[in-house]
Every structure is written in structure tokens, then in C-alpha cells.
Nanobody, 120 residues
Framework: QVQLVESGGGLVQPGGSLRLSCAASGSVFGIIAMGWYRQAPGKQRELVAE???????TYADSAKDRFTISMDNAKNTVYLQMNSLKFEDTAVYYC??????????????WGQGTHVTVSS
């Protein structure tokens, strides 16, 4: 099992910045990717950004040029630096990690979520 603990959410004005952190613990050997998803009220959960253990990154179009994902492999921690925040970035942000499985698709683990509210 892998446990994920997120931090860094909060209330920010439009145009402001926040940095989310997610630390993985437990059986972390074999983690192949970590990422951030978000879910706004009434909407489906969507990918924001993902980074592999090799440093390859994927961003949603809405996050490109504003958000930066990074990972500290030694600390098993993933970060999401969010700049130029907009009202529409308001959501619960969930940390996700994928861990290689002996057979079949990777295991998926989720954090409890952290709230990000962009409001004036």
C-alpha cells in the first residue's frame, strides 16, 4: 500500500500562486508516476499534470504555461507550482500515484484531496 498526503491548498486571489505538495509513504518501491488531478463541483475528475519517475511530464491544456509539476524522487514527493491562477482553477486537487504491478496495469493510489479556491 502507498499512502499519499497532500498539502498546500487554500484560498488565493486571481493571478496568485500556490504550491501543492504530495508525499508518498509506505510501499513506495516501484512507483512509476505521480500526478495531480482535480475535480470541480459538478464536474468529473480531470488530469492536471503528471510526471514519470524518469521526469517525463504531461499537462492538461488548461495547465500548460501556468503550472509546473516536479518530483523529488529521494523524498517520494511531487509538487505542483500553480501560477496565474484563475477562477476556473477552483477545485479539489487530488494526488495520484501509479505503482508497477507484478501483472496487469499499474496500481493506482489517491490522496484525500486538498481544496484550492480562487476568489477575489
Amino acid at each position: 500500500q502507498v499512502q499519499l498526503v497532500e498539502s498546500g491548498g487554500g484560498l488565493v486571489q486571481p493571478g496568485g500562486s500556490l504550491r501543492l505538495s504530495c508525499a508518498a509513504s509506505g510501499s513506495v518501491f516501484g512507483i512509476i508516476a505521480m500526478g495531480w488531478y482535480r475535480q470541480a463541483p459538478g464536474k468529473q475528475r480531470e488530469l492536471v499534470a503528471e510526471i514519470t519517475s524518469e521526469g517525463l511530464t504531461t499537462y492538461a491544456d488548461s495547465a500548460k504555461d501556468r503550472f509546473t509539476i516536479s518530483m523529488d524522487n529521494a523524498k517520494n514527493t511531487v509538487y505542483l507550482q500553480m501560477n496565474s491562477l484563475k477562477f476556473e482553477d477552483t477545485a479539489v486537487y487530488y494526488c495520484n500515484t501509479q505503482k508497477i504491478a507484478p501483472v496487469g496495469p499499474p496500481y493506482d493510489y489517491w490522496g484525500q484531496g486538498t481544496h484550492v479556491t480562487v476568489s477575489s
